[in-house]
């Protein structure tokens, strides 16, 4: 059976937020949910490399934390990812529902941008997870 790394990073994050920046801020995978507003941190699918003889997988996984309009936006915006940054970067081995992970760590660095169409401010980055690609 396939694994699902991000429905993975999703679970991990938001069962560690309390007591980080992130405790009480939507946590989001692929898409933001109607009506969501910053602050707001948003997973999405970047891609995997599958090793060509192990069942193995480098799955990678954007994060964008956004702030909200106004001066303190970009700060937040960055204090979100560098919160999730903290949770994940390092971590492993971990076992959940099946899915092994051998190890997670941030892979880009934070990168700040304002949203064109929205006028957010955001970081981003990219998180790896070094895993098996089914479940075990």
């Not at 790394?5 to 937020?17: I, M, N």
């Not at 899915?99 to 700040?112: D, I, L, N, S, W």
């Amino acid at each position: 059976m396939t694994v699902d790394p991000l429905g993975f990073l999703l679970s991990y994050l938001t069962e560690q937020a309390p007591g980080t920046a992130l405790e009480g801020v939507a946590i989001r995978g692929g898409d933001l949910q109607p009506g969501d507003e910053p602050p707001v941190l948003l997973l999405e699918e970047a891609g995997f490399i599958r090793d060509r003889s192990l069942p193995w997988q480098a799955a990678r996984i954007q994060a964008r934390a956004i702030g909200p309009l106004g001066p303190a936006g970009p700060r937040i915006a960055s204090e979100l990812f560098r919160a999730a940054s903290g949770i994940v970067h390092g971590k492993g081995p971990l076992t959940r529902s099946g899915t092994a992970v051998a190890k997670m760590f941030e892979e880009t660095g934070p990168q700040p941008v304002t949203n064109s169409d929205t006028k957010w401010p955001e970081t981003f980055g990219v998180f790896v997870l070094e895993m098996a690609d089914r479940t075990i």
